[in-house]
């Protein structure tokens, strides 16, 4: 599976955007981006998945560029309850396995 | 959306004992599903894929014998560790594939805090 880089960690104040972008040179074509968010002593859970361009729910933005070699999750005005570890995966259309790198841990402070 | 639950949330065991854990899909049927190992500050490492009704695929370095996996219903994964030394205290968290779902996504239980003494 194709290794995804990301910052270690984030600091952010309360009702800011935080951008966490994450590299995947080695994207391959049937991959897609998924964004999880963990809490201490709880188990992933799901954001947000894209394949390329923009993709929007209710609790995030995930952007891709043309090349797909990077992607952006955006949280809009995060709250104190947004700190948690946020993970970039790459996976396969049809797979099933999950590759966890060591995953952002972003702290959000009044 | 899906639910998978965990069964004991946290045990605590003496050394050499073995401890099982059960991972159950709530509401969708899961014919695979995953187990994964966390240690303090780390991220989570696959340790088996469990496929209904058939042998487990255990990921390099994780000891079959130590750590049996049995999934014999398409709701019910269990993961027992025997002969548990303190070195196998984790978080252990199991995740189910929703096959019917729209992004063939894997949903997380809560997870199970093991602590050998």
């Known amino acids: 599976l194709a290794k995804t880089t990301q910052p270690i960690s984030m600091d952010s104040y309360e009702g800011q955007e935080v951008n966490i972008t994450c590299s995947h040179n080695n994207i391959a074509t049937n991959d897609y981006i998924t964004w999880y968010q963990q809490f201490p002593s709880q188990g992933p859970r799901f954001i947000i998945q894209?394949?390329?361009t923009k993709v929007t729910n209710e609790v995030a933005s995930l952007f891709i560029p043309a090349d797909r070699k990077s992607s952006t999750l955006s949280l809009p005005r995060v709250s104190l309850s947004d700190t948690a570890v946020y993970y970039c995966?790459?996976?396969?259309?049809?797979?099933?396995?999950?590759?966890f790198g060591k995953g952002t841990s972003l702290l959000v402070t009044p | 959306g899906a639910v998978v639950s965990q069964h004991p949330s946290w045990v605590i065991c003496k050394s050499g004992t073995s401890v099982k854990i059960e991972c159950r899909s709530l509401?969708?049927?899961?014919?695979?599903m995953f187990w994964y190992r966390q240690f303090p500050k780390q991220s989570l490492m696959l340790m088996a894929t469990?496929?209904?009704?058939?042998?487990?695929?255990?990921e390099q370095g994780v000891e079959k014998d130590k750590f049996l996996i049995n999934h014999a219903s398409l709701t019910l994964s269990t993961l027992t560790v025997t002969s548990a030394h303190p070195e196998d205290s984790s978080f252990y968290i199991c995740?189910?594939?929703?096959?019917?779902?729209?992004?063939?996504?894997?949903?997380f239980g809560p997870g199970t805090r093991l602590t050998v003494l």
């Open positions: 509401d969708f049927q899961a014919t695979t």
């Open positions: 995740s189910a594939r929703d096959k019917s779902g729209s992004y063939n996504e894997q949903f």
């Open positions: 469990s496929n209904e009704g058939s042998k487990a695929t255990y």
């Open positions: 995966l790459l996976r396969k259309g049809s797979g099933y396995a999950l590759n």
């Open positions: 894209g394949y390329k």
